[in-house]
């Protein structure tokens, strides 16, 4: 027997909107069926797909990134195939160890400074230099982060 669910049974399984699902299905990232009542129907497989999506989602791969991944199911298994998901996996990586970089160097920051307290008394007991030093690292962070060439997420 083949599991279906109606959308708002598949929300409540994914934990996401039904405006979300639409959305994905709009982008062609699942495909639902249609019941008699042209209700969509959502199986195992579309299931899988979104917790796939979700994921993925989560670890800031765009929709374009997803939906070149997610095409690679569908493909035959060939050294073409295998050498385009290396390709995209390995760029994501490469991505995200310079996220988690940068977020290591603000975490390292944040938990220098002095708090709680105002953003007054914060810049005071900086003093001048380590405003400065402040300033300066905003600045070199702000300059590596405008750079990459992030797609909307």
Known sequence: MTTAWTINEIAKRTSLSKDTIRYYEKEKLISPKRAENNYRVYSEEELLKLKYISVMKYAQFSI???????????????????????????????????????????????????????????????????????????EQLFDEIKEEPYEDH
């Open 64 to 138: 374009k990134e997803i939906k070149g991944f997610m095409g690679l199911f569908d493909q035959e298994l060939s050294e073409e195939c295998n050498q385009e998901g290396m390709t995209l996996l390995n760029k994501k990586i490469r991505d995200l160890e310079l996220v988690m970089h940068h977020y290591q160097s603000i975490l390292t920051l944040l938990k220098q400074l002095p708090y709680p307290g105002t953003f007054q008394q914060l810049t005071e007991e900086l003093g001048t230099g380590n405003a400065r030093r402040l300033d300066g690292f905003i």
